[in-house]
Nanobody, 119 residues
Framework: QVQLVESGGGLVQTGGSLRLSCAAT????????MRWYRQAPGKQRELVAGITRGGSTNYADSVKGRFTISRDNAKNTAYLQMNSLKPEDTALYYC?????????????WGQGTQVTVSS
């Protein structure tokens, strides 16, 4: 019933920008920490950025100064603004959220959105 839907991925040249969105839908009592992960071909999935319900953020060292995570609690949506993109940012980007619904607290994952940065 709860669903996370990512959008905004695409193909961009080195130095370009993209903005990803993650919308949480369904019966949600509390939408808490939201995160963006990414997985590049042949690599492990890694945490890119996280944001608490109150707006505190953290970032992977590799994206600090280039990416910004934000959220709109009224829309149950998180965003990832990606600037100064590099080929090494190419990956499938996944949204993850800690939330509480009628079944209790748990984490949910989106299906992913592809980001490709050409050199």
């Amino acid at each position: 019933q709860v669903q996370l839907v990512e959008s905004g991925g695409g193909l961009v040249q080195t130095g370009g920008s993209l903005r990803l969105s993650c919308a949480a839908t369904g019966s949600i009592f509390s939408l808490n920490t939201m995160r963006w992960y990414r997985q590049a071909p042949g690599k492990q999935r890694e945490l890119v950025a996280g944001i608490t319900r109150g707006g505190s953020t953290n970032y992977a060292d590799s994206v600090k100064g280039r990416f910004t995570i934000s959220r709109d609690n009224a829309k149950n949506t998180a965003y990832l603004q990606m600037n100064s993109l590099k080929p090494e940012d190419t990956a499938l980007y996944y949204c993850n959220a800690d939330l509480v619904n009628i079944g209790g607290p748990r984490s949910y994952w989106g299906q992913g959105t592809q980001v490709t940065v050409s050199s």
